[in-house]
């Protein structure tokens, strides 16, 4: 590995099993580009809440891209130089991150979503409709999980009951008001014009700043529809194989497809972009965040 990276992953169905969640096959090579000092940022649909917990069990110091790109939260003092400024909607302290937000609040996407019930009656249901417990329900969460994930603060997931003609109906009125859209691996997810894409790019352009160095390599790992803008914007991409659904396609010509699903998939895109194999190969990688 002779470019410093930064890696943007997404978790469900990509660093952790679509079914069980897990991510333990990927734990050798996370602690292996922990140790190169290889920023592994999560890129996801899950809130911040979810994510405290997570990256604290992942024993992962790095910032984290939330609800779908809507926001990064960045642990205060990780940067010393100023953050860039564009397509920011606004900026706070949240315990110990400085938080980056690109979208408008959650209120305002469920009050699109009521107004619009009234021309797509019974052909959605939303997180907040379905509460916690229909959440669990619907994701195998248990409560307390179900909960953080509820906790949205920026945008507003649904499940679509409608027709698919139906479906595209309803996102071009969304889409009209002022509203982006991204199907999820469960969930048509309203938010604001931001993606998962739109946040690797701000946050590249942050760490690029932040080094002073144009030189840094971004590698996205993703399994589904929401991490398309991810892996075009992205040096170089991993597509996680799903085992539910086909995989997403994408216009980045620097791909690769996984032929494992889940974690183990996830392992197999690193190593096929790094060259990460044992230890004894990456000791003389130069230490790039000297800082950390
Ligand atoms: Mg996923």
Known sequence: MHQ???IFTDLDGSLLDHHSYSYAPAIPTLQQLEKLKVPIIPTTSKTYEELLCLRK???NQHPFIVENGAAIYVPKGYFQTAP???HLV???EKDEFDC???SKCRETWQSLLQHLSRFFPDEFITFAQLGPSGIQSSTGLSSADAEKANSREFSEPLIWKSTEQRKQAFIAMLIESGANVLQGGRFLNV???CDKGQALKWLSE???KEKKNDELISIAAGDS???VAMLDAADKAIIIRSPVAPSPLIRNPNKYQTQATGPEGWTEGIKYFTNLRSESTTTHTPDLYSKR
Do not use: M
């Open 4 to 6: 410093p990276l930064l």
């Open 206 to 208: 942050y760490y690029k």
């Open 84 to 86: 860039p400024k564009h």
């Open 191 to 193: 938010t604001g014009n």
């Open 90 to 92: 606004s900026s706070y």
């Open 225 to 227: 529809q929401n991490d």
């Open 100 to 102: 980056y937000v690109f």
């Open 57 to 59: 069990e992942l024993n």
